[in-house]
């Protein structure tokens, strides 16, 4: 996990480099990159500084590269997740918690409610500042296949629905 942390701050400051250059303005396309990490305290606590560096990197810098992070944690206490890194996550979504000082902590703003939710899809979404609290569904995995095709391959998919629409015009 350390190495591939590594080499994708490595390409990030790769890609800032090449942006700088004259020719960004030519670059249309790139490739967006999603780094999907679950429980990030318990990797932080067993990888250490080898991989809270680069990824605190990324997730400062990232962005404005084409490389987005999005994290969870069961555990969002102030001690395994690092001041830096929590301060760039643009957003956050808070599920319940247990305390007052853990909703602090995982909404990034005191006075949130967090550890007053009722559990089962009630979230809170804090970005820049404002808190909105909304409910969640499930879904299973067919649906998300099902909601997450078209954005695999949007061509094809475009292609499809309009034959199916086509049809239903006939």
Do not use: W, Y
């Amino acid at each position: 996990m350390i190495r591939r942390m590594s080499a994708l701050a490595a390409e990030m400051e790769r890609r800032e480099r090449d942006a700088s250059t004259r020719f960004a303005a030519q670059q249309i396309t790139r490739p967006r990159v999603v780094i999907v990490i679950d429980e990030l305290a318990d990797a932080l606590q067993t990888c250490g500084r080898e991989l809270e560096d680069p990824l605190t990197r990324l997730v400062q810098r990232g962005r404005s590269a084409g490389v987005s992070v999005i994290a969870c944690t069961q555990k969002p206490s102030a001690s395994a997740v690092g001041t830096l890194m929590r301060a760039n996550f643009p957003v956050r979504l808070v599920g319940r918690v247990t305390s007052a000082d853990d909703a602090r902590v995982a909404a990034g703003i005191g006075g949130t409610g967090a550890e007053k939710l009722a559990g089962r899809g009630d979230f809170l979404l804090i970005a820049g500042g404002q808190v909105i609290r909304f409910q969640a569904a499930q879904a299973h995995a067919d649906q998300a296949r099902a909601q997450s095709e078209p954005v695999q391959n949007p061509r094809a998919n475009f292609a499809a629905r309009m034959m199916t629409r086509l049809q239903l015009v006939k």
